[in-house]
């Protein structure tokens, strides 16, 4: 809902008067739910004067914009309650994000948990306050006099600046407290619910995200309009600490990565090495199966094909230092793709052998700020599940429904529903518009042909090739970074990638790129927060676990999980003196997706006592049943199904 005011004669008015005026011509806002608005479309406070003819449209409560507005002004009554606790400290910036907000400080002292608590209670002794959020804007040198202690401030006036040395310098204060502040805010404290409210966590950060820079203490919170909205927060943030796969993958001994290695490398433990394992066999035979040959390339290569293909002038920053071999600078790969090209160019190839489509579990090294790792989902060394199409533009777009559907046939294995995203061209591009257009229009036709819906990341593609974008939502319905297609026709220009087509002359050949796990260590890393480190049967470290009741079981044990293992199951006979109890609560804890208990009557009747981690007692089968149950579940790679 927006209307019109119109103010003659540069009237000046605040936005409640107009806002007062609406409700009473549409009866569909109440005061209480008005918490910003939007001048011509752009969201600014309550009190903004305004003196010239605009569009006005109320933020209310329940939007998302409102809950940013509610986030940013709590974030200055943390920072002015934290400057009150720390008395010389200095502020740097304080943002509201997608599930918060936080602040950014230089103290006297680290905080600690109970320095959260205490900011916590002093928040809420403010809020009761009902202090106002007041704007002004000042001239720059009033505003440089003002923060002449906040070094932090005095940068970003000084960058404000920059641009225009005239510039307005906006501020707003509330209970004494005043900040550097572009807004929007809410009217007062009073709109803020104290009941709603949460700090969170304490956190390092780089100042402006530069480790040549200081180090600062970033505090964490979270702000809502109820308490019921931020209680479901909460309890959302404890299923994300219970899934989060650096804690699963060390209580069930999945990997780990150790400093003295180095940061970002992953160790693969033989648990995860299973899961590793299992889900490259299945990437290998269901490329086999569509057409793909794999093959395999080295871990270094000459700087030289680096520069030929662009990589080296556009992300020599990620690339690591050069070893000097034989007075020759190599490189450690850092993608794939080259090795891929020497390959197709290894002889000339004719139209007969198009499309040529090769693909490569290849691990390649690339540098990561030491502040963005994080456990298997950023990391220095990875292996990428690459593929490189080589085809003719004739071709191109049958190779596109292809790639599409190998998308959708594995996505749809590991339980992944996706969204999809067009991304073209971005602002900085080589090639000509005719080559954007010729490969941008060329996927737009593949998705609207498969009756795929998807959204326009405007500007999204990378520098060399318009792309499509699947993006995994998880158990949780968050977003993953998923599968992805380029259509490249830079590559193939550069390294004169030709056939010989039906006419016997050269013909330029066209360039897919894509890759569907993204790399094995972040696959695997979101597949342990997705299954809550329960997975399914076909990829499971121990399928199984024999459970004998007393050592006279102990051979009946044996003979049940050798039946097992013939068919390739991967089973263990829990033979340890332990009581059964005790046993089956440890390997629940472990997720282990079958426990069968063997005692003496099992042992008579010739079964097995059926225990599933998602279901638990299920009552007794013939061993048979079992064996042939547990191996059709792995042939289908059925995902497991709770009671």
């Known amino acids: 809902m927006s209307f019109f005011v119109t103010f003659p004669d540069g009237t000046r008015a605040e936005f409640e008067r107009a806002a007062a005026a609406s409700e009473a011509l549409s009866g569909r806002v109440r005061p209480a739910d008005l918490v910003a608005c939007k001048i011509d479309g752009r969201v600014s406070d309550l009190a903004r004067r305004i003196d010239s003819d605009c569009s006005l449209e109320p933020v209310l409560k329940g939007s998302a914009e409102a809950l940013d507005v509610l986030r940013h002004s709590v974030s200055h009554v943390m920072a002015g309650v934290v400057l009150g606790m720390f008395p010389g400290g200095k502020t740097a910036i304080g943002p509201a994000i997608q599930t918060g907000f936080y602040y950014d400080f230089d103290l006297p002292r680290p905080l600690t948990e109970d320095d959260l608590a205490e900011i916590e209670r002093r928040m809420a002794e403010v809020l009761r306050t009902s202090a106002s959020f007041r704007r002004e804007e000042l001239a720059p040198a009033k505003a440089r006099e003002m923060f002449r202690d906040q070094p932090f401030k005095i940068e970003l006036i000084d960058d404000i600046l920059k641009d225009d040395p005239k510039a307005a310098i906006s501020i707003y204060t509330h209970d004494g407290f005043t900040d550097l502040c572009a807004g929007p805010h809410v009217a007062s404290t009073s709109v803020i619910p104290a009941e709603g409210i949460k700090i969170l966590s304490i956190a390092g950060a780089y100042w402006r995200g530069d480790e040549r820079r200081q180090m600062l203490q970033r505090v964490y919170g979270t702000a809502f309009f109820s308490a019921d909205d931020l209680k479901a927060h909460l309890d959302r943030l404890a299923?994300?600490?219970?899934?989060?796969?650096?804690?699963?993958?060390?209580?069930?001994?999945?990997?780990?990565?150790?400093?003295?290695?180095?940061?970002?490398?992953?160790?693969?433990?033989?648990?995860?090495?299973?899961?590793?394992?299992?889900?490259?066999?299945?990437?290998?035979?269901?490329?086999?199966?569509?057409?793909?040959?794999?093959?395999?390339?080295?871990?270094?290569?000459?700087?030289?094909?680096?520069?030929?293909?662009?990589?080296?002038?556009?992300?020599?920053?990620?690339?690591?230092?050069?070893?000097?071999?034989?007075?020759?600078?190599?490189?450690?790969?850092?993608?794939?793709?080259?090795?891929?090209?020497?390959?197709?160019?290894?002889?000339?190839?004719?139209?007969?052998?198009?499309?040529?489509?090769?693909?490569?579990?290849?691990?390649?090294?690339?540098?990561?700020?030491?502040?963005?790792?994080?456990?298997?989902?950023?990391?220095?060394?990875?292996?990428?599940?690459?593929?490189?199409?080589?085809?003719?533009?004739?071709?191109?777009?049958?190779?596109?429904?292809?790639?599409?559907?190998?998308?959708?046939?594995?996505?749809?294995?590991?339980?992944?529903?996706?969204?999809?995203?067009?991304?073209?061209?971005?602002?900085?591009?080589?090639?000509?518009?005719?080559?954007?257009?010729?490969?941008?229009?060329?996927?737009?036709?593949?998705?609207?042909?498969?009756?795929?819906?998807?959204?326009?990341?405007?500007?999204?593609?990378?520098?060399?090739?318009?792309?499509?974008?699947?993006?995994?939502?998880?158990a949780l319905g968050r977003e993953w970074q998923g599968p992805t297609c380029q259509v490249d026709l830079n590559l193939p220009v550069r390294f004169d990638l030709n056939f010989v087509n039906a006419e016997g002359r050269d013909e330029r050949a066209v360039m897919v790129h894509r890759t569907v796990l993204g790399s094995m260590e972040r696959f695997v890393g979101g597949l342990i927060e997705h299954y809550a480190g329960a997975f399914p049967l076909w990829i499971s470290p121990v399928q199984a676990v024999i459970v004998p009741v007393t050592k006279r079981q102990l051979a009946y044990a044996g003979e049940a999980a050798s039946a097992m293992k013939a068919k390739g199951l991967r089973v263990k006979v829990d033979d340890r003196s332990e009581k059964v109890g005790f046993k089956i609560r440890e390997l629940t804890i472990q997720k282990v997706p079958y426990v069968f208990v063997a005692g003496e009557r099992e042992e008579k009747a010739g079964t097995l006592s059926v225990r599933t981690y998602h279901r638990g007692d299920e009552g007794a089968a013939p061993i048979g049943d079992c064996v042939s149950r547990l191996a059709a579940e792995v042939e289908s790679k059925s995902l497991p199904q709770s009671s």
């Open 239 to 474: 299923e994300i600490e219970r899934r989060d796969h650096r804690k699963l993958g060390k209580e069930l001994d999945l990997f780990s990565i150790h400093q003295d290695l180095g940061p970002g490398l992953v160790l693969w433990h033989p648990a995860g090495a299973v899961i590793r394992r299992e889900i490259e066999r299945f990437w290998v035979d269901e490329h086999v199966r569509r057409g793909y040959e794999t093959v395999y390339s080295p871990h270094i290569a000459s700087e030289r094909i680096y520069e030929r293909s662009g990589h080296l002038e556009a992300y020599s920053d990620m690339m690591y230092a050069p070893m000097d071999i034989d007075g020759q600078k190599y490189r450690a790969k850092p993608m794939n793709c080259p090795g891929h090209i020497t390959i197709f160019q290894n002889r000339r190839r004719s139209y007969r052998e198009l499309p040529m489509r090769l693909a490569e579990l290849g691990t390649v090294y690339r540098y990561e700020r030491s502040g963005v790792l994080h456990g298997m989902l950023r990391v220095r060394g990875f292996t990428q599940d690459d593929a490189h199409i080589f085809c003719s533009r004739a071709q191109l777009r049958q190779e596109i429904y292809g790639v599409l559907d190998l998308f959708d046939a594995m996505m749809k294995v590991f339980g992944y529903s996706c969204k999809v995203y067009l991304a073209t061209r971005p602002e900085k591009y080589i090639g000509t518009d005719e080559e954007w257009d010729f490969a941008t229009g060329t996927l737009r036709k593949a998705l609207e042909d498969r009756g795929s819906a998807f959204e326009v990341d405007e500007g999204g593609g990378v520098f060399y090739a318009p792309k499509i974008d699947l993006k995994m939502l998880d």
